[in-house]
């Protein structure tokens, strides 16, 4: 069973929008150390957008080629998480994944820093196109 499902991705053109989502599965319980990564191929994977949560307090970490044009959300409600992307470029064009760590498993600066080791939990990608 994947423990995290994730969709929205899609196809678009230059400057356009998409929202990703990512759904835990079989887990009730809440993440405290989770994002998003992306992948090309023949390329490592990279942390994108990452929170890390702490009772009332979520702390948000960003990787230079996206702030200011992502923002990583989540709804306690439905415990989704949620990453918007706007102002999309070509080179945004990778497999989305979601990526969580088991918990207690890592401190908020090992979490932020969006090292892709620290995380064992993953869903299976959504795809990402930009067209120019």
């Known amino acids: 069973q994947v423990p995290l499902v994730e969709s929205g991705g899609g196809s678009v053109q230059s400057g356009g929008s998409l929202r990703l989502s990512c759904v835990p599965s079989?887990?009730?319980?809440?993440?405290?150390?989770i994002g998003w990564f992306r992948q090309v191929p023949g390329k490592e994977r990279e942390g994108v957008a990452i929170?890390?949560?702490?009772?009332?307090?979520?702390?948000?970490s960003y990787a230079d080629s996206v702030q200011g044009r992502f923002t990583i959300s989540q709804d306690n409600a439905k415990n989704t998480l949620y990453l918007q992307m706007n102002s999309l470029k070509p080179e945004d064009t990778a497999m989305y994944y979601c990526?969580?760590?088991?918990?207690?498993?890592?401190?908020?600066?090992?979490?932020?820093?969006?090292?892709?080791?620290?995380?064992?939990?993953w869903g299976q990608g959504t795809q990402v196109t930009v067209s120019s």
């Open positions: 079989g887990y009730n319980g809440r993440y405290d150390c």
């Open positions: 929170i890390y949560r702490t009772g009332t307090t979520t702390y948000a």
């Open positions: 990526g969580a760590t088991a918990p207690y498993y890592v401190n908020r600066a090992s979490c932020l820093s969006r090292r892709t080791n620290s995380f064992g939990y």
